[in-house]
Structures are given as C-alpha cells and as structure tokens.
C-alpha cells in the first residue's frame, strides 16, 4: 500500500500519546485510507509524515517539520486560497483528496478546533470549475456483475483477464450507471455482455469508476481510475433506498442497474463528506459531525446532492453505437485519440455553440446519435428553420452568449459552494429568456414551438435574487457587501444605524474645528485604534477636556471624546450584525434557489438545445450543408464531403456514395494519399451527423437508420500500447462479425496488414464472404489486396470502387475522385512512371506484370475461385508485395535479369508514405548511376 495513505506509521507508533490536533489528523487518515488527507489548520491545508512528502514533491513546496511534545513531524502545507491548483497535482498523479475543513469557529472554542472532511477530490467526481473542462461531461462510473448479491464471503476475482477485449458474460447481467457530479447528469443502463458494456464506457470516457463485487475491471481503459467500493453499498435493499431517495419510485427493474445506481449515490455522498462507510441513510453507526446546520454531516452530504434528481435510464439500442475504436477512427473527439493527427476533429468542426451548457450538449448528442426516424426529423425541423433565418439565428446566438453554465452553478447552489456573484449569474441568464422566447415567437417548427414554450424563465427565483443579493456583490460572503438593506427590515435599520454614525462622525471634523479653533484638526480611523481626532503638537493647548488620548504619534496626539466612543461602538455593533445577518439571509436565499434545482435544470436542457440547434444551423448555412432525410432503404449520398478534411483542404473532391440491397459491398482500391480512407470516413460521419439531428455536407443525402457503425483501421500500429497489430485486428474483427447487423454501417480500412500478404489475403476474403453472405451490413472495404476486386464477380451484393491517379506535367496528381470498378493492377508502375522512374525500368516492370497476369489467367484459383482461399495462399505465401501476389512463381523459373527491377519490384508502393516513395526512387537512381 501506498505510504502516503492511510494513518502515519510514525503516528501509530505513539497513538495514545499524540496532541489533540495530531489524533484528529491521524483518525481522519485512518478512516479515510484511501485518501491523501489534508488537514486545514489556519490558512493551510497541511499534511504530515509520508504524506507531507507526497505532497511536497508532487506540488513542489517546501517539506518543513512539527514539533510537539511526542516528536517530530514532516510537514507539508499548501495555501488554502489556491488549494485547487495543487489539489489537481495530486489528482493527476492518481490521488484521492479528502479535504478536511475546520468545522468550528477558532475564536468561539476553547481548545481543539473540530475538523471534518467536506469533500473527496476524486478524478471522476470534480465540481471545481477550475479543475473542470467546460465543454466535456465529467464522468464516474459504476460497474455491477450479475444479479444476486455476492456478499463479503466471495473471493476477490481475477483481475487479469488478460484479453484485449474481454467477451465473456458469464456475470451478466451488468448494471452500468454514470454520474456527473458537476452537473447532476445520472445515467443508467445494463447489458448482458461485457462488451456491450465496453462500448457504454467508450462513449461515455468516464475518468473513474467504482466496481462492485465480481464486477470486472479490465473494461476499463488506462484513462479511468478504478477502484472497488465498499460491498455493503452494492446491497440490493439498501441500493434501492437510495435510488429511491433521489429519484422517487423508478421503475429500475433491473437489479443490476439498481445496485450499481445505489452505489453510485453512495460513493458521491461519500465525495461530499457523506460517511466513508456508506453505510445506508441514516446509518449513525459513525460518529456523526454537526455541520453548521445543526444536521449531520451525512444528511448534509444527502441533502447538497438535491440536483441529482433526474435519472435517465436507457437501453444502448435506442442509440446509434459507437464504440471506442469507431469514436476514435472517426475522430469524433480529440480526448483520447492514439491514433490520428492532432489537429480538427468532428466536434471543432462543428462547435458554434454559444455557451457550456450547448457545448456539452453538442458532444452528448454527437456521441449518442438518435435512431428513431421522428425524433431524427424533429431535430432536423428545427435545424431547418433556423438554417433558413440568418437573423433569428444571429439573435438567438447573441442571447445564448450570455446564458452561464447555470447547470454547474446551480449544482454548486444545492451543495452551498455558490457565493453571491454565482447567484447574480445566475439571474442574469434568467433575465435572457424572456428575450430568448420572445426571439422564438414566430417559429413554425414543433420542435422550437415546443421549446419555446416549455421555457420557464423562473421570474420567481429572478425576482428573489434581484431583491435580494445586490447587483455587485462582494466575492466574500461574511463581509458584507453581499444583500441588498431593503430586502430584510432588520438589516435595513442596522445598516442605517451604520450608515447614520458615519455621517455624524463625517460632519464631526468640522464641527470641532469650530468647537477648538484648531483648523488642522482631522478625524480619521485606522484598523487597530478606530476613530480619533488628530491635533498636532503646536495645538496641543487648544485641546478641550472632554478629549482622552488615544494614540502618540511624532508631531500630533489622537483622542477620543466619549461621543465618539459611542458612536464608534454603535457603528461596530452594527456592522457586525448586519454582516453576520447578511450572510443568514445568503444562505437562506441560496436554499430557496436550491429547491428550484430541478427547473433550472429544466431550463438549462432547453437553452442547450436552442443552442445546439442554432450551432447545427450556423454550420449548415455557412459550409453549405442539406437537409438528409433519414429512414431510406439505401445510401444515396449526392457529392458528399469530409466535413474536417474540406476544412483543411484547398480544393475538396466531392464523391457520392451509393448502397442498397443490390450494392452494399464496396472494395475500394486505389494507391496510397488517393483518398480512400477519407472516402470510407465521410460516408460514415455523414450518417453519425444525419442521426444527431445536423445537417450534412453533400448536396443531397438520402440515408438509412445506422444501428451502429464499425471501423476497422488496419496497419495503425499499436506498438505502445503492447499488442500486436495483427491481434488487435483480429480481436477488432471478430467483434463486427459477432454484433454487426444489416443495419450497421462497416468501415474496413486495410484490414488484413498486420500479417504476410497471404494470411491477410485469406482473412481479407473470409471476411468478405461472411459479412455479404451472413451480415449484409454496408460495407466499405478499401484494400491493397488487389486479387479482392475479383470477388465483384463472385457475390451479387459486392461491387468495386477505385481511385485514380493522373499526371499533370511532372507530377503525380490525386484526383481525388471515386469511380466505379477495380484499380490497375499495375498503378504502383503507373505512379513510378510519372515519377520519372527510367522507362528502360517501367518497360521491363511492365514487361513481368504482363508475364504474371498471364500466370494469373493460367491460374485461375487466384482471381476467381474465391472461395477456396487455401489456393491463395498457396500461389502468394512468399509474396510480401500485396499487388503481386502471383508473380513469385514467375520469379521461381524467371529469375529478373535487372537488380534494379528486382529491387523496384520488392517496393509495396500501396503501403508507402510519398516520403518514403521518394527516398526509394532516389535511391534507385542512385543504383542506377553506379
Ligand atoms: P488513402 O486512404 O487512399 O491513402 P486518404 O484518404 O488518407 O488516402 O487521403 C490522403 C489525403 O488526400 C488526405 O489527407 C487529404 O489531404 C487528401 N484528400 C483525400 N480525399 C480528398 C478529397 N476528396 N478532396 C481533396 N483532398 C482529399
Ligand atoms: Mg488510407
């Protein structure tokens, strides 16, 4: 175990013996063993023994020591008011933070101040803005194995599974529930198979996640932080009750989903300073700590997590599935994209958002693309409607940029983090929306009208906050400056007394200046003394004797009158209650607004949308996007386009895509850099923006319901994550032929690479074969196994599509442009030829190309006889060049008379980057030379 968690051994060594303080820190350690614990102690939070090193070394602050009666101590502390940039330190090197606050007022008891952890820092349950993205939900998870309640007795499981991509679902049922915590966004799902539950987590990219007993925990990605919880918060019975105190009675039918969505509750309250224990509500069986509310700590955890009370549950086949690979193929997000270029992805594209609350939307709706073919079309109504109304849109993105993340805000409102500055956002948003529905009066759309009038402004809570909290209020809440004196009758009088012994002691310099004759009599006020009255030395004799002396200075004496005494004190005694008053009323005020929790709430989803809407409808009227219709039998995609690579490109190459019940199979081929891949992908992504309700960038799409699109990227080398490209593949592989159905879109980018020509030939075809004859999924191949284009002949449903290379004068050009039928077999020589490759060498390569074709013809099993793919292998095994798999039997009996052809003919141009195809054909003219 981690040194610097749990109790100090130093400290257990001479427990009984240890100062009041250090026993409280090392309780809380040993409670909280899973925690790094820092320990509020004045203006710091510190932390000792292994821990303070910890700390020191990971925030790069000064490790120094205590002393007491019972030893030394290292120490290391870190400033309260910037707690939460170290606090991120720690949580980037795989900490839990538990924060432990004073809880009593050091100057009202005697002795040892109280201490209390008030919140767990943990990666998948932050709510500090500071250490939150605005665009991205922050997720944790929580994973649930079968459906009986395995208590302590059951063995701890084996963790290392050891496969890429665990499939067995001998635990299922699983319950799967996702929280964000900022937010108040609950989800909830279950799934028979691990993998389904695999593919749930790859969309959701939760950043911690909790599992229950059995649950396994290699479904996660190296991203996420796993950790068990305690069994007792598994417990059907108890998970029920506090699914139920949140969320009313759901109909969570599945056990497993319970389970998981209890425990979940638990562990955020346990975040939040709940009983570490989790044990069930009300549980007392810990020493409970009295918050300032006279209720428990726990109660209170309960209590500020009041905006969790919404639970989506939801079955994953309501949406289209994209899993981790396909999300990241697609390039759909950047966040955790191995692969790929590092520049635009989808979501930059496409982000015209105005506010956080429409760029997580954006996101969420992206990453769960709809497949219902009326809610589909309600979003591209409105889509419409606004694409077609360049000012409404412009209003309406106008209002939306000033609407606050009102849905964190208001989740810092429920757990009383908010201050007043976070309430006065809060009712400059609700001030928008009355201008916002007015915006929308005309709208024609169900959708915007639906919208428009479900929108609650929440005049109630706006009319509360603006009489309340004043238009600029202080930062600080116990200071005053915070509400308004007209809002409560108490606090009115106060700082009126205050407010009127101010002006006395204002128009009192004059009055004694006439009183004592001394002109150069001043009242002032200093921090330590109060008011006084300054008379310099020369004047000294002129001061009358009702005047005590307060202060010496150097040239002049300070007094006070019993007058001013009095009033100063009357001034003080005000301004002390009003300002312990106006924090009363603060937090009174907070808890009203925290009761409408879940109207803001409400409120915040419509915003977001109208956001998301206006965001689909700016991108489509300025990137000249159409309207797709959803629900066609086939794709009918007219000059479609890659909506990021159009962004980067000059000049972008429309294509069109077509694919029905006659069609569904396309091999693609062409040379490298011709546009294969990008052609796959846009197909793809035009389907996944059709579906989130955008428009998309052709001139026209007509487009199925895709269940779920598969991409399958070969040759992307995963040599740092350990695996060998060719089991990814493999493993990759068989999950499409296990789950795709004939709705599924299939993206098969080079599949077979990883392995000798003749292994992925094989592969390459079977695989083919089984998806046309037992899947019928859409699907598109693109390939460098140029035999595969036979197969066009073969199966009715697979037809060819190629891409071409031209000349322009010297260059070679990509045109760019899709056609129908099968690449030459002999562009490699092509692209060599306009590379200025000698045609003494071009003739002979073409010379040996035409020979093997000929042994091809002669050799039929290669070309035609696809089904028998042993023949294949037989005629290419020793072939590594995937465009002339049949020529080494010609090599056998007719060795090459040129090195230089022999060594043209070892070069995989189909594999080849342009660099690497330029230093080969530099190095051949070298050879050449010699
Ligand atoms: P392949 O998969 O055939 O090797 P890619 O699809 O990766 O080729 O495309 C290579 C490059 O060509 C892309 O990065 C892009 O810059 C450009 N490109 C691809 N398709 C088009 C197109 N339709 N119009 C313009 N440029 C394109
Ligand atoms: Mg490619």
Redesign the pocket.
Same mark, same amino acid.
């Given at each position: 175990m981690d040194a610097a968690l749990g109790a100090p051994a130093k400290m257990a060594d001479r427990e009984d013996d240890l100062t009041p303080m250090m026993a409280q820190y090392f309780e809380l350690c040993r409670e909280y063993d899973d925690s790094l614990v820092l320990f509020q102690v004045g203006d710091f939070y510190e932390a000792f023994c292994e821990a303070a090193e910890r700390v020191a070394r990971l925030c790069e602050i000064t490790l120094t020591k205590r002393e007491d009666s019972t030893g030394e101590y290292a120490m290391a502390g870190i400033p309260i008011d910037n707690a939460e940039s170290y606090i991120e330190r720690l949580l980037e090197a795989g900490y839990r933070v538990a924060v432990a606050d004073q809880v009593e007022d050091p100057d009202e008891v005697t002795g040892v101040v109280d201490r209390a952890v008030t919140r767990v820092v943990t990666p998948g349950t932050l709510t500090e803005d500071e250490l939150l993205r605005s665009a991205d939900n922050n997720y944790v998870a929580c994973l649930t194995a079968s459906d009986t309640d395995r208590d302590a007795s059951t063995g701890e499981r084996d963790r290392a599974r050891g496969t890429a991509r665990p499939r067995a679902d001998e635990n299922g049922p699983y319950g799967l529930a996702l929280l964000d915590v900022s937010t108040g966004d609950c989800y909830a799902t279950s799934a028979d198979r691990l993998d389904s539950v695999a593919d749930e987590l790859g969309r959701f990219a939760p950043a911690e996640a909790i599992v229950g007993p059995d649950a396994p925990v290699d479904v996660f990605d190296g991203d996420c932080m796993v950790s068990p919880y305690e069994r007792t918060a598994f417990e059907t019975d108890r998970a029920r009750e506090r699914v139920q105190a949140y969320f009313g009675d759901l109909a969570l039918a599945d056990q497993a989903e319970v389970r998981a969505c209890g425990a979940l509750l638990a562990y955020a309250e346990y975040t939040r300073g709940g009983n570490p224990d989790a044990g069930d509500i009300g549980d007392d069986s810990t020493a409970a700590v009295a918050g300032p509310g006279g209720t428990t700590a726990e109660g209170e955890a309960t209590a500020a997590l009041d905006y969790i009370n919404h639970l989506t549950r939801y079955d994953p086949r309501e949406y289209m599935l994209l899993d981790r690979v396909a999300l990241e193929s697609l390039e759909l997000f950047d966040r955790r994209a191995v692969h790929g270029h590092q520049g635009l992805t989808l979501v930059d594209a496409l982000d015209e958002t105005a506010c956080a609350l429409g760029r997580r939307k954006l996101n969420d709706w992206l990453r769960r693309p709809l497949l219902d073919e009326d809610r589909i079309a309600a979003r591209h109504d409105a889509v419409a409607e606004l694409t077609g109304d360049v000012t409404l849109r412009e209003r309406l993105h106008e209002l939306l940029d000033d609407v606050y993340d009102i849905e964190r805000l208001v989740s810092r409102v429920a757990r009383g983090r908010a201050n007043a500055r976070d309430l006065r956002s809060l009712h400059d948003t609700l001030a928008v929306v009355p201008d916002v529905e007015a915006a929308l009066a005309d709208v024609e759309s169900k959708t915007l009208v639906e919208l428009r009038e479900n929108l609650d402004s929440l005049a109630d809570v706006r009319d509360l906050i603006d009489r309340a909290i004043r238009e600029d209020p202080a930062a600080e809440l116990t200071e005053g400056g915070v509400v308004k004196p007209a809002f409560d009758d108490e606090l009115g009088t106060l700082r009126e007394t205050e407010r009127e012994g101010k002006a006395w002691i204002d128009d009192l310099q004059a009055g004694e200046r006439e009183r004592t004759g001394i002109d150069s009599l001043k009242v002032g006020h200093n921090s330590v003394h109060g008011y006084y009255i300054e008379v310099t030395d020369p004047n000294l004799d002129s001061v009358p004797d009702d005047y005590t002396r307060r202060q010496t200075l150097k040239n002049a004496e300070r007094f006070v009158t019993p007058e001013l005494k009095e009033r100063e004190d009357e001034i003080i005694r005000a301004e002390g209650r009003a300002d312990d008053l106006e924090y009363e009323l603060f937090c009174e005020v907070r808890r009203d607004v925290a009761e409408e929790s879940e109207r803001v709430q409400a409120l915040a989803d419509r915003l977001a949308r109208l956001d998301v809407f206006v965001s689909f409808a700016s991108v489509a009227a300025k990137f000249d996007y159409s309207r797709p219709e959803v629900g066609a039998d086939g794709f009918e995609v007219e000059a479609g386009?890659?909506p990021v690579?159009?962004r /980067?490109?000059e000049?972008?190459?429309?294509?069109d895509a077509h694919f029905d019940d006659q069609d569904f199979f396309a091999v693609i081929t062409?040379?490298?850099?011709?546009?294969?891949? /990008?052609?796959m992908r846009q197909v793809a992504l035009i389907a996944v923006l059709a579906q989130a309700g955008s428009f998309v960038p052709a001139a026209a799409a007509r487009l199925p319901v895709v269940d779920r699109v598969f991409t399958r990227v070969g040759a992307s080398d995963d040599i740092a994550g350990g695996r060998s490209t060719f089991m990814v593949e493999m493993t990759e592989l068989a999950d499409i032929l296990g789950n795709a159905t004939e709705n599924s879109l299939v993206l098969l980018?080079e599949v077979g690479r990883g392995t000798s020509t003749a292994d992925g030939l094989a592969i390459a075809r079977a695989v083919t074969e089984h998806v046309h004859d037992e899947v019928g999924a859409t699907t598109l191949f693109?390939t460098h196994h140029h035999e595969l284009t036979g197969i066009a002949d073969e199966l009715p449903g697979v037809f060819n599509l190629h891409?071409e290379t031209e000349r322009e004068g010297d260059d070679v050009v990509?045109e760019?442009?899709v056609a129908p039928g099968a690449a030459a077999a002999s562009y490699g020589i092509e692209v060599a030829k306009m590379a200025g490759v000698p045609d003494d060498v071009v003739a002979r390569s073409r010379e040996l190309l035409d020979e093997s074709d000929a042994g091809a013809a002669a050799e039929p099993a290669v070309e035609t006889n696809g089904h028998d793919s042993s023949e294949s292998v037989r005629v290419s095994n020793t072939a590594d060049d995937p465009d002339d798999g049949d020529r080494d039997d010609r090599d056998v009996d007719e060795p090459a008379d040129s090195p230089l052809a022999e060594e043209l003919e070892a070069l995989d141009v189909a594999t080849m980057t342009p660099l690497e195809a330029m230093n080969a054909l530099a190095e051949l003219k070298e050879s050449l030379d010699e």
């Amino acid at each position: 175990m981690d040194a610097a968690l749990g109790a100090p051994a130093k400290m257990a060594d001479r427990e009984d013996d240890l100062t009041p303080m250090m026993a409280q820190y090392f309780e809380l350690c040993r409670e909280y063993d899973d925690s790094l614990v820092l320990f509020q102690v004045g203006d710091f939070y510190e932390a000792f023994c292994e821990a303070a090193e910890r700390v020191a070394r990971l925030c790069e602050i000064t490790l120094t020591k205590r002393e007491d009666s019972t030893g030394e101590y290292a120490m290391a502390g870190i400033p309260i008011d910037n707690a939460e940039s170290y606090i991120e330190r720690l949580l980037e090197a795989g900490y839990r933070v538990a924060v432990a606050d004073q809880v009593e007022d050091p100057d009202e008891v005697t002795g040892v101040v109280d201490r209390a952890v008030t919140r767990v820092v943990t990666p998948g349950t932050l709510t500090e803005d500071e250490l939150l993205r605005s665009a991205d939900n922050n997720y944790v998870a929580c994973l649930t194995a079968s459906d009986t309640d395995r208590d302590a007795s059951t063995g701890e499981r084996d963790r290392a599974r050891g496969t890429a991509r665990p499939r067995a679902d001998e635990n299922g049922p699983y319950g799967l529930a996702l929280l964000d915590v900022s937010t108040g966004d609950c989800y909830a799902t279950s799934a028979d198979r691990l993998d389904s539950v695999a593919d749930e987590l790859g969309r959701f990219a939760p950043a911690e996640a909790i599992v229950g007993p059995d649950a396994p925990v290699d479904v996660f990605d190296g991203d996420c932080m796993v950790s068990p919880y305690e069994r007792t918060a598994f417990e059907t019975d108890r998970a029920r009750e506090r699914v139920q105190a949140y969320f009313g009675d759901l109909a969570l039918a599945d056990q497993a989903e319970v389970r998981a969505c209890g425990a979940l509750l638990a562990y955020a309250e346990y975040t939040r300073g709940g009983n570490p224990d989790a044990g069930d509500i009300g549980d007392d069986s810990t020493a409970a700590v009295a918050g300032p509310g006279g209720t428990t700590a726990e109660g209170e955890a309960t209590a500020a997590l009041d905006y969790i009370n919404h639970l989506t549950r939801y079955d994953p086949r309501e949406y289209m599935l994209l899993d981790r690979v396909a999300l990241e193929s697609l390039e759909l997000f950047d966040r955790r994209a191995v692969h790929g270029h590092q520049g635009l992805t989808l979501v930059d594209a496409l982000d015209e958002t105005a506010c956080a609350l429409g760029r997580r939307k954006l996101n969420d709706w992206l990453r769960r693309p709809l497949l219902d073919e009326d809610r589909i079309a309600a979003r591209h109504d409105a889509v419409a409607e606004l694409t077609g109304d360049v000012t409404l849109r412009e209003r309406l993105h106008e209002l939306l940029d000033d609407v606050y993340d009102i849905e964190r805000l208001v989740s810092r409102v429920a757990r009383g983090r908010a201050n007043a500055r976070d309430l006065r956002s809060l009712h400059d948003t609700l001030a928008v929306v009355p201008d916002v529905e007015a915006a929308l009066a005309d709208v024609e759309s169900k959708t915007l009208v639906e919208l428009r009038e479900n929108l609650d402004s929440l005049a109630d809570v706006r009319d509360l906050i603006d009489r309340a909290i004043r238009e600029d209020p202080a930062a600080e809440l116990t200071e005053g400056g915070v509400v308004k004196p007209a809002f409560d009758d108490e606090l009115g009088t106060l700082r009126e007394t205050e407010r009127e012994g101010k002006a006395w002691i204002d128009d009192l310099q004059a009055g004694e200046r006439e009183r004592t004759g001394i002109d150069s009599l001043k009242v002032g006020h200093n921090s330590v003394h109060g008011y006084y009255i300054e008379v310099t030395d020369p004047n000294l004799d002129s001061v009358p004797d009702d005047y005590t002396r307060r202060q010496t200075l150097k040239n002049a004496e300070r007094f006070v009158t019993p007058e001013l005494k009095e009033r100063e004190d009357e001034i003080i005694r005000a301004e002390g209650r009003a300002d312990d008053l106006e924090y009363e009323l603060f937090c009174e005020v907070r808890r009203d607004v925290a009761e409408e929790s879940e109207r803001v709430q409400a409120l915040a989803d419509r915003l977001a949308r109208l956001d998301v809407f206006v965001s689909f409808a700016s991108v489509a009227a300025k990137f000249d996007y159409s309207r797709p219709e959803v629900g066609a039998d086939g794709f009918e995609v007219e000059a479609g386009r890659h909506p990021v690579v159009e962004r /980067t490109e000059e000049r972008f190459v429309p294509n069109d895509a077509h694919f029905d019940d006659q069609d569904f199979f396309a091999v693609i081929t062409g040379p490298n850099m011709s546009g294969k891949s /990008t052609y796959m992908r846009q197909v793809a992504l035009i389907a996944v923006l059709a579906q989130a309700g955008s428009f998309v960038p052709a001139a026209a799409a007509r487009l199925p319901v895709v269940d779920r699109v598969f991409t399958r990227v070969g040759a992307s080398d995963d040599i740092a994550g350990g695996r060998s490209t060719f089991m990814v593949e493999m493993t990759e592989l068989a999950d499409i032929l296990g789950n795709a159905t004939e709705n599924s879109l299939v993206l098969l980018d080079e599949v077979g690479r990883g392995t000798s020509t003749a292994d992925g030939l094989a592969i390459a075809r079977a695989v083919t074969e089984h998806v046309h004859d037992e899947v019928g999924a859409t699907t598109l191949f693109a390939t460098h196994h140029h035999e595969l284009t036979g197969i066009a002949d073969e199966l009715p449903g697979v037809f060819n599509l190629h891409f071409e290379t031209e000349r322009e004068g010297d260059d070679v050009v990509f045109e760019h442009e899709v056609a129908p039928g099968a690449a030459a077999a002999s562009y490699g020589i092509e692209v060599a030829k306009m590379a200025g490759v000698p045609d003494d060498v071009v003739a002979r390569s073409r010379e040996l190309l035409d020979e093997s074709d000929a042994g091809a013809a002669a050799e039929p099993a290669v070309e035609t006889n696809g089904h028998d793919s042993s023949e294949s292998v037989r005629v290419s095994n020793t072939a590594d060049d995937p465009d002339d798999g049949d020529r080494d039997d010609r090599d056998v009996d007719e060795p090459a008379d040129s090195p230089l052809a022999e060594e043209l003919e070892a070069l995989d141009v189909a594999t080849m980057t342009p660099l690497e195809a330029m230093n080969a054909l530099a190095e051949l003219k070298e050879s050449l030379d010699e």
